[in-house]
């Protein structure tokens, strides 16, 4: 089994910044993708960034192209965001999650809010 970790969450003035981190423990996750996600009240959760295992490739969700990077360490057994420009629209619990043999891991999320 393996813990995610979120921390790095706020309140935060629109045009703002944070940077999520999620710290992974009991397993390395070193050889898989890693994912963040984030569920606005009210609403579905939804897909944010990915990260493959090597940090080569990414993808991101239209709405947070351009503004949100996410990266990894695999020393660390880490993966961040960094969120720019932040919105309110922004505002929701944000979530890392991964697959390990073909079992979905999920952290306890962290909450951003994002003030207009």
């Known amino acids: 089994q393996v813990q995610l970790v979120e921390s790095g969450g706020g309140l935060v003035q629109a045009g703002g910044s944070l940077r999520l981190s999620c710290v992974a423990s009991?397993?390395?996750?070193?050889?898989?993708?890693m994912g963040w996600y984030r569920q606005a009240p009210g609403q579905e959760r939804e897909f944010v960034a990915v990260i493959s295992w090597t940090g080569g490739t990414t993808d991101y969700a239209d709405s947070v192209k351009g503004r949100f990077t996410v990266s990894r360490d695999n020393a660390k057994n880490a993966v961040y965001l960094q969120m720019n420009s932040l919105q309110p629209e922004d505002t929701a619990i944000y979530y890392c999650?991964?697959?390990?043999?073909?079992?979905?891991?999920w952290g306890q999320g962290t909450q951003v809010t994002v003030s207009s």
């Open positions: 009991g397993r390395t996750v070193s050889s898989v993708d």
């Open positions: 999650k991964t697959t390990l043999n073909s079992t979905p891991y």
